[in-house]
């Protein structure tokens, strides 16, 4: 852009001037002078550029001949309307007491044309003039204006920027909103009324985004306006989690065949959103194409160079824009503005030939004929309806007004410092430098109330209206205000909606829905399709353990240790801390088994109390019997401190409480087993061993072997006891409460020394299995020591296998199961004999000899 800003500066001074020989000194223009379309010099004069014509004929230049004069056509009554503005501000300070007292402000307008070359000729007319000749002095001479309004466009504005930057020459734009305009390296003297389209992009994306629309269509002005603004909202789309389907570009001159593609894309794109980044003059031949092949059901997102254009809004064929929202510049009441406006009339400058075609254009007729058609002068515009005398909409007529007030203000300052200083000349008073340098600091309100300065950048606050496109009448839409969006505020609270008078695409109150893929719920996590933009998506449910408690998650969050995820995966709960319970089947049937068990225990006990002077409860040492059934009784009881929430207790008392009666029990079983064999060998002449193992010796056996045992759960609860620990090992969804062991080799020591005392004695009783008896004791015993060992050694591969609470459910059926063997294998016969064959139960009986058989 600089470079061809430079060839183009470079061409014009070529073209236009010449200098004689050197001894005149003199520079005389060959081609013809710009003049300004609008003018009145005065004591003051502020230059202004508006692309009054809608373009510029192009010309090709031979450099044989003077260049004609270059024509442009197509008069463009909303920018004749700023020039009325810009004309009508200038008029309203000269009428001021308070602003430029005793100044008289003057103004040249001049035609941009809506093309780069003619503003800068008009930007180089204004700082020069248009005297035909230039003198050794005109050089040094300050400018003819003292700042320069305009222009209309980013483009044309970015060339006037270039140009009269190195000359200090305030620019001051009322609708140039290129955020590239911003960077005061490139362009040091530009200033605008108008936000920066920075602003604009952001306040778009947080629209998008409030509104829940992640998959849009973006359309552009392929010009500077369209680039820079799409560029800084695909920017802020990206960080916002915006995607956008498809961007396409158009410009006015374009073929037709490029807007029918772009109405193609438009068509055929799966986004519900589109995001028109548009100046009004590209705008219009897309709707064109769009209303011909009727596309409709789409939302329209405007920027602020169209989304309150009054051509768009009234034309019919264009209905398929209701519902469209967007920012423009915040609106305001000008005072007098339409009198003025309406009070404009050629015979005010009977030479001035813009006037004459401004209300040919008008008024739809002709000077240059007379009868029908043709203009007569009376017409009146104050009868008027049409872009120029509708006084509704005066956003940026505004912003051109505050343009002309900042300039006043400028100078205001200027003169009023100058008055006060004693070192300022007169001709310091209004160089560009001295301009420059107060505009940066400017302050002042307006008669809106609104209060004016600019930043570091040259930029004012951004402030905007969100409007809505509705419809009234015979399909003519009206601008509704819904919303604003103030960058002063902040960031949380810039953006301010009412939803509920906003009307979407296809006069619905249903918010429309775009979007590549559906959201997804809690407990899901987004997983991005390949090959395609993060908006597009699948939604995949959070693994088990991992919860996500908003909606399109990106990713699924592990629960704390003891947390797990419920059934839908949005929330971390307590696991369920496992255990076996009184409550549950499998704890009810074992405590009603050991409950069976210590009933058969007490009622044997009771039977053998009634029975005791009978022979066969005398036989084998009744107090062992009475102490085995004792310990029975525990053993069964022993296994209910298995069942239940493991506490510090209850786990020191399981194993203990098991080792010590399992230990008694056996030890009563051993000593019965040891009377069996000393019975029958002290039968033989000349023994007396059982002088050696009396009742004494017996019970004090008992108590040895059952002390050992005590001795070990001592040590083990002093050194390493066990304790209850949550064990999340087994299962990930739920925490195992059982008891550790503290140290194993306690636990494993219990074992060992029951099942050493169970072998001894499985030992013994099958030794003595074969010795004469009717009722040999010992037969009962080893099979009951059988049935002991064989439980006891299935239980050590199944306890170590079986995970959670069904390791303690194994040992409490193998301390059952081996309870009931030693209940029933060494009591069951005595009690049928006492309750059914009571006949065998005499000293006889019980002393015969007969010859027993081998098992």
């Not at 500066?9 to 073209?15: A, G, I, S, T």
């Not at 305009?181 to 936000?195: A, D, V, W």
């Not at 008073?429 to 400017?442: A, E, N």
């Not at 010796?697 to 002093?718: A, D, E, G, P, Y």
């Amino acid at each position: 852009m600089a470079k061809r800003t430079l060839s183009l500066l470079l061409l014009l001074l070529l073209v236009h001037s010449i200098c004689l020989t050197d001894s005149e000194q003199v520079c005389r223009l060959l081609g013809q002078p710009d003049f300004p379309l609008l003018s009145a010099e005065r004591d003051i004069n502020i230059g202004a550029i508006f692309s009054i014509h809608r373009s510029a004929l192009l010309k090709m230049h031979p450099f044989t001949s003077k260049p004609e004069q270059t024509t442009c056509v197509r008069l463009n009554l909303r920018e004749f309307k700023f020039a009325q503005t810009f004309i009508f501000a200038i008029e309203e300070i000269n009428n001021s007491t308070q602003l430029l007292p005793g100044v008289s402000l003057g103004y040249k307008i001049y035609d941009g044309c809506n093309s780069i070359d003619q503003t800068i000729l008009a930007g180089m007319a204004l700082m020069n003039g248009y005297e035909e000749t230039l003198s050794d002095t005109s050089c040094s001479s300050s400018p003819t204006v003292q700042a320069i309004v305009g222009e209309s466009t980013s483009s044309p504005t970015i060339a006037l920027a270039s140009v009269v930057g190195p000359f200090s020459l305030p620019v001051i734009s009322h609708f140039a909103t290129c955020a590239c305009l911003s960077n005061r390296k490139r362009y040091p003297s530009f200033f605008r009324t108008i936000p920066s389209d920075y602003y604009q992009s952001s306040a778009l994306v947080q629209l998008v985004k409030y509104f829940g629309w992640t998959w849009v269509g973006t359309v552009r002005s392929r010009s500077d306006y369209g680039n820079n603004g799409m560029a800084a909202f695909e920017e802020a789309a990206n960080k916002e989690g915006i995607c956008i389907e498809y961007s396409e570009a158009i410009l006015r001159t374009d073929p037709q065949e490029q807007f029918l593609k772009t109405m193609e894309v438009i068509r055929q794109g799966t986004a519900r959103v589109v995001v028109a980044f548009v100046s009004f003059g590209d705008f219009i031949p897309l709707v064109k194409v769009i209303a011909e092949h009727n596309i409709t059901g789409l939302q329209w997102v405007g920027s602020e160079s169209w989304i309150t254009s009054r051509n768009l809004a009234e034309t019919k064929e264009y209905s398929f824009l209701s519902g469209a929202v967007g920012f423009a510049v915040v609106n305001a009441k000008l005072v007098g503005l339409r009198e003025f406006l309406v009070n404009v009339h050629p015979d005010q400058e009977p030479n001035n030939e813009l006037l004459k075609e401004f209300w040919e254009t008008a008024f739809q007729c002709t000077f240059r004929t007379s009868g029908s058609g043709s203009c007569t002068g009376s017409e009146k515009l104050a009868e008027l309806k049409n872009e120029y005398t509708d006084i509704s909409e005066l956003r940026i007529e505004h912003k051109t007004y505050t343009a002309v007030y900042a300039v006043a203000h400028t100078l205001h300052n200027i003169l009023k410092d100058f008055k006060f200083s004693n070192n300022s000349s007169k001709e310091e008073l209004h160089t560009p430098q001295k301009v420059l340098q107060y505009m940066k600091d400017v302050r002042f309100t307006i008669k809106t109330g609104e209060n004016i300065f600019f930043d570091a950048s040259g930029d004012p606050v951004a402030r905007y209206d969100l409007v809505n496109w509705q419809p009234v009448e015979d399909g003519i839409l009206q601008f509704k205000h819904v919303g604003i969006y103030d960058s002063s505020l902040p960031s949380g609270q810039r953006l301010q909606i009412n939803l509920e008078h906003i009307l979407w695409a296809g006069n619905t109150g249903k918010l429309p829905v775009s979007m590549c893929s559906e959201s997804c719920f809690p407990g899901t996590r987004k997983a991005v399709q390949k090959g395609r933009p993060i908006c597009c998506y699948d939604c995949i449910p959070c693994a088990e353990g991992e919860i996500s408690n908003g909606t399109d998650s990106s990713d699924c969050f592990p629960c704390d240790l003891e947390y797990w995820s419920n059934e839908s995966k949005d929330r971390c709960v307590l696991k369920v801390v496992e255990f076996l319970s009184y409550t549950e089947i499998m704890g009810m049937l074992l405590c009603i088994f050991s409950f069976i068990g210590v009933l058969l225990t007490a009622f044997v006990s009771v039977l053998f109390y009634l029975h005791k002077e009978t022979p066969i409860v005398r036989a084998n040492n009744s107090e062992l019997s009475f102490l085995l059934l004792f310990s029975l009784s525990l053993c069964f009881l022993c296994s209910l401190t298995f069942i239940g929430r493991p506490t510090e207790w209850s786990c020191m008392l399981r194993h203990t409480a098991f080792g010590i009666t399992f230990v008694l029990c056996i030890s009563c079983v051993l000593g019965k087993t040891i009377v069996v064999l000393m019975a029958f060998r002290a039968t033989l002449p000349g023994s007396n061993v059982m002088k050696w193992f009396g009742p004494a010796q017996q019970r004090f056996s008992v108590f040895s072997l059952t002390l050992i045992q005590v001795f070990i759960c001592v040590l083990w609860l002093t050194i390493s006891p066990p304790f209850p620990y949550m064990n999340s090992s087994y299962y990930r969804e739920r925490i195992i409460l059982e008891c550790n062991l503290g140290s194993a080799l306690g636990f494993w020591a219990i074992l060992g020394y029951t099942g050493l005392l169970s072998i001894l004695c499985f030992v013994l009783a099958f030794l003595a299995r074969k010795l004469p008896d009717n009722f040999n004791e010992a037969k009962f015993i080893t099979f009951s020591m059988l049935i002991f060992c064989a439980v006891w050694l299935t239980f050590i591969p199944a306890y170590v296998s079986s995970p959670g609470k069904f390791t303690v459910a194994v040992e409490i059926f193998a301390i059952l199961v081996s309870s009931f063997g030693l209940l029933f294998c060494i009591f069951a016969p005595k009690c049928y004999i006492i309750l059914i064959k009571p006949e065998n139960n005499t000293k006889k009986q019980m002393m015969g000899k007969t010859s027993s058989k081998a098992l």
